[in-house]
């Protein structure tokens, strides 16, 4: 069965996302997409561009549809999955203040959503006039850079190339991985958000093997979320490895927003790949290491008060 991406847009109020969904519905790019959004109404789009709609799904003159979540994502899914052979993409849109981890959740417990459906990536839109205001006094606005994949640093023109740059510094604090495109008016080219396979560490790490080489970083910022990221040259016993995984997340998942990795199992000839979002994780067999590849473990963890040499010690016990 073919699987359609989806992506998660979150972002706070006022970072651009409603202009960002009002392109995607409405210019002529020759995709056919779903959004789903909360309220219709809030997206303002002209009616005369609707072309049909009945209950919750709104079918626009570019081909894209816009549905609402008026009641449980999972049951909008599956209503979608009856059109699946015809769309390119899925965005769901998060409420300004909401946590994405919910939504991203979806796609790893649920066994029908998964089959029809997979994580391509999790989109922060940041305003990069405000977000460093955002950055001091709202806990959420942190959490939603820590939880990206992919980040869109909207607003640029009202900004200075040095602001900019500034703003950048701090994103990057919290959030060593995610690349960041610059936009004005949330214009973006949508190859850059949709069906990028962002979530896919295998795939990431196969075009950049060195995308998980940072070494360990502390960073003293006020707002206490890092990345920190480990690796090890020697094989790992995968029970330990899961027993110890399991106990972080489940004395720190709440602090932890994402956690991913890529891992040299003893005896095994494929690369073992996970990726978590809290206390949820998703694990399984990647590509097959070849003859020229540097056969190390990689785990990132980015989250709130990370115990970096904590977390360190704990990795370098799962040796096999």
Same mark, same amino acid.
């Given at each position: 069965?073919?699987?359609?991406?989806?992506?998660?847009?979150?972002?706070?109020?006022?970072?651009?996302?409603?202009?960002?969904?009002? #392109? *995607?519905?409405?210019?002529?790019? =020759? &995709?056919?997409?779903?959004?789903?959004?909360?309220?219709?109404? @809030?997206?303002?789009?002209?009616?005369?561009?609707?072309? %049909?709609?009945?209950?919750?799904?709104?079918?626009?003159?570019?081909?894209?549809?816009?549905?609402?979540?008026?009641?449980?994502?999972?049951? *909008?899914?599956?209503?979608?999955? &009856? #059109?699946?052979?015809?769309?390119?993409?899925?965005?769901?849109?998060?409420? =300004?203040?909401?946590?994405?981890?919910?939504?991203?959740?979806?796609?790893?417990?649920?066994?029908?959503?998964?089959?029809?459906?997979?994580?391509?990536?999790?989109?922060?839109?940041?305003?990069?006039?405000?977000?460093?205001?955002?950055?001091?006094?709202?806990?959420?606005?942190?959490?939603?850079?820590?939880?990206?994949?992919?980040?869109?640093? +909207?607003?640029?023109?009202?900004?200075?190339? @040095?602001?900019?740059?500034?703003?950048?510094?701090?994103?990057?604090?919290?959030?060593?991985?995610?690349?960041?495109?610059?936009?004005? +008016?949330?214009? /973006?080219?949508?190859?850059?958000?949709?069906? &990028?396979?962002?979530?896919?560490?295998?795939?990431? /790490?196969?075009?950049?093997?060195?995308?998980?080489?940072?070494?360990?970083?502390?960073?003293?910022?006020?707002?206490?979320?890092?990345?920190?990221?480990?690796?090890?040259?020697?094989?790992?016993?995968?029970?330990?490895?899961? %027993?110890? *995984?399991?106990?972080?997340?489940?004395?720190?998942?709440?602090?932890?927003? #994402?956690?991913?990795?890529?891992? +040299? /199992?003893?005896?095994?000839?494929? #690369?073992?790949?996970?990726?978590?979002?809290?206390?949820?994780?998703?694990?399984?067999?990647?590509t097959p290491w070849r003859p020229r590849d540097a056969r190390d473990s990689r785990i990132v963890f980015i989250g709130r008060d990370l115990n970096g040499d904590w977390l360190r010690d704990g990795f370098m016990n799962t040796l096999a």
């Amino acid at each position: 069965m073919r699987q359609v991406p989806v992506t998660v847009l979150t972002g706070f109020l006022g970072s651009g996302k409603t202009t960002l969904l009002n #392109r *995607i519905l409405t210019e002529q790019h =020759g &995709k056919k997409y779903a959004v789903i959004i909360n309220e219709f109404d @809030e997206l303002g789009i002209d009616d005369q561009l609707v072309v %049909s709609a009945d209950e919750e799904v709104f079918e626009m003159n570019n081909g894209c549809i816009c549905c609402t979540v008026r009641g449980d994502l999972i049951r *909008i899914l599956s209503n979608l999955s &009856k #059109r699946a052979d015809r769309l390119d993409g899925v965005l769901v849109e998060t409420t =300004g203040l909401a946590d994405p981890a919910p939504v991203a959740q979806t796609f790893f417990v649920d066994e029908d959503v998964r089959a029809r459906h997979r994580l391509d990536a999790i989109v922060t839109l940041v305003d990069a006039k405000h977000v460093l205001e955002h950055l001091d006094d709202q806990d959420e606005a942190v959490e939603q850079i820590g939880f990206a994949d992919v980040i869109l640093l +909207n607003k640029v023109d009202l900004v200075s190339p @040095e602001e900019a740059d500034a703003v950048e510094a701090r994103i990057r604090a919290i959030n060593r991985f995610a690349p960041i495109h610059r936009t004005t +008016n949330s214009a /973006v080219d949508l190859g850059v958000l949709l069906n &990028k396979g962002a979530f896919d560490l295998d795939r990431i /790490v196969r075009d950049d093997p060195h995308f998980l080489d940072t070494g360990h970083h502390h960073h003293d910022h006020s707002d206490g979320v890092t990345s920190v990221s480990f690796s090890i040259d020697r094989p790992i016993d995968p029970q330990k490895f899961e %027993s110890w *995984i399991a106990m972080v997340l489940r004395l720190h998942g709440q602090d932890i927003f #994402r956690s991913k990795g890529i891992l +040299n /199992v003893r005896g095994a000839s494929q #690369r073992f790949v996970f990726q978590g979002v809290h206390m949820q994780i998703e694990t399984r067999w990647g590509t097959p290491w070849r003859p020229r590849d540097a056969r190390d473990s990689r785990i990132v963890f980015i989250g709130r008060d990370l115990n970096g040499d904590w977390l360190r010690d704990g990795f370098m016990n799962t040796l096999a």
